[in-house]
């Protein structure tokens, strides 16, 4: 709350308490605030909603303001409550763009040191702090400071400094300049393509297709080679029995192919195993058990 001292009695008054000090105090031609020692005359005083810090007023030419980065260096946030003074301080200067009725008490609302943000309780600390017994003139004050408000938060959203260079600003900067759409531009000055990500999961999709299709190939291969693996064995114990069936106990190779074809039936006939030859050749070349006689 703002103090001032009357210049010509040199007593303390209130804020609220100038006008009616003035109307009775012949010799009061200014008042002078107690923190900043600034001098106002006439109506000038109404002005004055805040005032300089403790520190600053008792450290004098010492004061060098907060530091930055340390506890003290961060501007300190104000509170609801404070703000919410701030306005009715605004509203009391600015008290003549008020209402005429309610002009003299949006003024004397400055006086009080902590006056309620809460309509209920705003009604209810008008009702008796300042007399004030109608309900539409209570309602009248409050929308007063309610407009005073917004007018206020509107001045502060439009002062605000502009938000730092951030990587979404730097896309939206690329975006209207003359950059390539779709591209941004970086601190080094390197263009990056938007659809980067995407062109990356292709890639990746891309490459685990052909791991999969490699390791069918591969898995293919091993069950070729165990079919004709299990093939050989069939053909090299059929021969075995062939054999072993003959009077003689051994057959040429023609004769062999012969007798292997009938044991094994349409299963070794030639529309199922094309290549039925060259497996019982083979079968027979790499079999322990069997030696072959003649030419076939």
């Not at 600390?125 to 409050?142: A, C, D, G, H, T």
């Not at 007063?144 to 502009?162: H, I």
């Not at 490699?214 to 064995?233: F, G, V």
Request: aromatic share 6%; glycine share 6%; net charge positive.
């Amino acid at each position: 709350m703002v103090f001032f001292v009357c210049e010509g009695c040199n007593e303390s008054l209130k804020k609220n308490q100038v006008d009616k000090h003035a109307s009775f105090c012949s010799a009061c031609w200014a008042v002078t605030c107690v923190d900043c020692n600034v001098t106002f005359e006439g109506d000038d005083y109404r002005q004055h909603t805040s005032c300089i810090s403790e520190a600053q007023k008792y450290e004098g030419a010492l004061y060098r303001g907060p530091k930055k980065g340390g506890e003290t260096g961060s501007k300190k946030k104000k509170g609801p409550q404070e703000i919410w003074m701030e306005v009715v301080e605004q509203a009391a200067a600015e008290s003549q763009q008020a209402p005429a009725n309610i002009r003299s008490m949006i003024s004397n609302l400055s006086g009080f040191g902590n006056v309620p943000r809460n309509q209920n309780k705003f009604c209810n600390f008008v009702k008796n702090s300042l007399r004030v017994r109608s309900e539409p003139m209570i309602k009248q004050i409050w929308e007063f400071l309610q407009q005073r408000q917004t007018a206020a938060v509107a001045a502060s959203a439009a002062a605000a400094p502009p938000p730092p260079n951030t990587p979404s600003a730097a896309m939206e900067a690329a975006g209207t300049g003359a950059n390539k759409p779709g591209s941004v531009t970086t601190s080094k000055g390197a263009e990056l393509d938007k659809s980067g990500k995407k062109r990356k999961r292709d890639e990746a999709k891309e490459e685990e297709k052909e791991e999969r299709g490699a390791e069918e190939k591969r898995r293919s291969k091993k069950s070729s080679e165990a079919d004709q693996q299990t093939l050989a064995i069939d053909w090299e114990r059929a021969a075995v029995k062939c054999i072993k069936k003959a009077p003689t106990k051994s057959l040429s190779a023609k004769e062999l192919r012969k007798a292997v074809y009938r044991f094994l039936g349409k299963a070794a006939s030639a529309g199922a195993v094309p290549n039925r030859k060259a497996l019982l050749k083979t079968a027979i070349s790499q079999s322990k058990k069997l030696s072959t006689e003649g030419k076939g």
